[in-house]
């Protein structure tokens, strides 16, 4: 069955501080949500397609534009309070307490970064840490010169310190095999985690189905217990 994105304009939409979230409700009474932190591009193409797969297989899934989101900057402090707003605000709507937090390309190069700063309470309900595409260096800003080709490594902060202190057996990096010399998940390389390399490049020759398995699979094998 085809998801339907609720209106990101309704009165009583999800917000991710000022920034209205898409919300695909995914199967009644599921347990677990998926965050989704789209790549720099905003909410299209894996990021959108990815939801869709994973909410019609039963997953709520809550959608995060980073190209509006982080059109001005927001260091990770900020972001980790909007998230565990959002998170708290989505619990007490739907029930739910498992969550899912997944970022491709520039969502998955600030989401450590983001995760590190959520209070005990609320990392302990992540129960999946996904890292689809990370480069090695985070932005907590959209960077148009990256673009345009021109070198943005000005204000980049390396990623690989901050995967460090994050429980390994949380983490899921993926990355397409074209980028293997560019991706922290060769770099980190967590011993009790999941690193996967996929044929293709930054949109792993566009088989978002199975990418979304590998996720789906995860999930149904990790879950910690309630």
């Known amino acids: 069955m085809e998801q339907r994105e609720r209106a990101r304009d309704t009165a009583d939409a999800l917000k991710l501080g000022d920034l209205a979230v898409v919300e695909l409700p995914g199967r009644p009474g599921s347990d677990t949500a998926a965050i989704i932190l789209s790549g720099d591009g905003g909410w299209r193409d894996l990021d959108r397609t990815l939801g869709e797969i994973l909410a019609t297989s039963g997953v709520h899934v809550i959608g995060i534009d980073c190209l509006r989101y982080y059109w001005n900057r927001k260091p990770p402090e900020t972001t980790a309070a909007d998230l565990e707003r959002l998170i708290v605000e989505l619990s007490a709507r739907t029930g739910i307490r498992k969550i899912a937090l997944i970022g491709f390309s520039f969502g998955a190069d600030v989401l450590p970064f983001i995760y590190t700063r959520l209070s005990p309470e609320v990392r302990d309900r992540?129960?999946?840490?996904?890292?689809?595409?990370?480069?090695?260096?985070?932005?907590?800003?959209?960077?148009?010169?990256?673009?345009?080709?021109?070198?943005?490594?000005?204000?980049?902060?390396?990623?690989?310190?901050?995967?460090a202190k994050i429980d390994s057996s949380l983490v899921q990096c993926v990355y397409g095999e074209e980028e293997a010399a560019e991706t922290v998940c060769r770099d980190a390389a967590p011993q009790s985690g999941e690193v996967i390399g996929i044929p293709g490049g930054h949109h792993f020759d566009e088989d978002y189905q199975a990418l979304a398995q590998r996720i789906l699979r995860r999930l149904n094998m990790g879950i910690r217990p309630a």
């Open 126 to 163: 992540v129960v999946l840490l996904s890292l689809l595409a990370p480069g090695r260096d985070a932005h907590f800003e959209i960077q148009v010169a990256g673009w345009l080709g021109v070198d943005a490594s000005k204000d980049a902060t390396p990623i690989a310190p901050e995967l």
